[in-house]
């Protein structure tokens, strides 16, 4: 089964162009501010592995396996950044304090799949440095909703990460419809999307952790969490996000600690 699946992917990274993220286009500067890529100091983007949303000026909302994977005291929170080969006026590179992981994370299941990290400085905002918004909590992100997913993660085919930030519009998917098509078991606290068709646009490797939004809107209501094992982009089961809404007390009690402690 999994080598049929693997012609399946073979033959429909052949088809579709190599473009993006998987099967996108570039952005254009400032129309994602709520960006945030995790990277080690001295990396190009060739090495950068995560990426989040900024959700108020000291706290930046990424997935538990990010904070878990990019630990390290050489990682910054970089903002501003659209073309990830040059520095631009509005970049920044921020270290960061420390992460708050969902105390319920399970690696193996990507459950509960949520962390903020805390920043050493507030942010300060600019055309290329804004937040995105939280969604009404427990919301749930209606099947057919238009969504934009944002990242570095490599292109179709995995030949190459771009410079220039990429997005690929996409529909989310019913809650019933991700547990009985995904590559593994979903729960309710999880968001997914999927597009039909040869040149499907999707996540990739290298966009762990990055926004999901509503289209042209900048309401968060996902971060990248997993894909199938199979590794080809675009897979052909859904990509898994966290779901943002249903997370709010756990955010806010976190924005409300760091603010009695004089961290906000
Ligand atoms: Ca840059």
Same mark, same amino acid.
């Given at each position: 089964m999994k080598f049929l699946i693997a012609l399946t992917l073979a033959a429909s990274c052949l088809i579709a162009p190599a473009l993006s993220i998987a099967d996108g286009e570039d952005t254009a500067q400032f129309a994602f501010p709520w960006m945030a890529a995790i990277r080690q100091v001295f990396d190009r983007p060739l090495f950068q592995t995560c990426s989040g949303a900024i959700i108020g000026q000291r706290f930046v909302l990424s997935t538990a396996y990010c904070c878990e994977a990019q630990r390290n005291d050489n990682y910054k929170i970089i903002v501003g950044d659209w073309d990830s080969s040059v520095n631009e006026v509005e970049e920044r590179h921020i270290g960061i304090v420390k992460h708050h992981l969902h105390p319920d994370y399970i690696p193996s299941q990507k459950h509960d799949d949520i962390c903020v990290f805390e920043l050493a400085e507030d942010l300060v905002w600019s055309a290329g440095v804004q937040p995105a918004a939280l969604p009404a909590r427990d919301a749930e992100t209606p099947a057919e909703s238009n969504v934009t997913l944002i990242?570095?993660?490599?292109?179709?085919?995995?030949?190459?990460?771009?410079?220039?930030?990429?997005?690929?519009?996409?529909?989310?998917?019913?809650?019933?419809?991700?547990?009985?098509?995904?590559?593994?078991?979903?729960?309710?606290?999880?968001?997914?999307? $999927?597009?039909?068709?040869?040149?499907?646009?999707?996540?990739?490797?290298?966009?762990?952790?990055?926004?999901?939004?509503? +289209?042209? +809107?900048?309401?968060?209501?996902?971060?990248?969490?997993?894909?199938?094992?199979?590794?080809?982009?675009?897979? +052909?089961?859904?990509?898994? $996000?966290?779901?943002?809404?249903? $997370?709010?007390?756990?955010i806010a009690g976190i924005l409300a600690f760091a603010n009695v402690t004089g961290a906000a």
């Open positions: 990242g570095w993660g490599f292109t179709n085919g995995q030949v190459f990460r771009p410079d220039i930030l990429q997005m690929v519009d996409l529909e989310a998917i019913s809650d019933a419809n991700c547990a009985s098509s995904a590559f593994s078991a979903t729960d309710d606290n999880m968001l997914c999307t $999927y597009q039909e068709g040869v040149s499907r646009g999707g996540s990739c490797s290298g966009d762990e952790g990055a926004p999901l939004t509503l +289209t042209g +809107t900048n309401t968060l209501v996902g971060l990248m969490s997993w894909r199938d094992d199979a590794g080809a982009c675009p897979s +052909t089961f859904p990509d898994v $996000y966290v779901e943002v809404s249903k $997370y709010e007390e756990f």
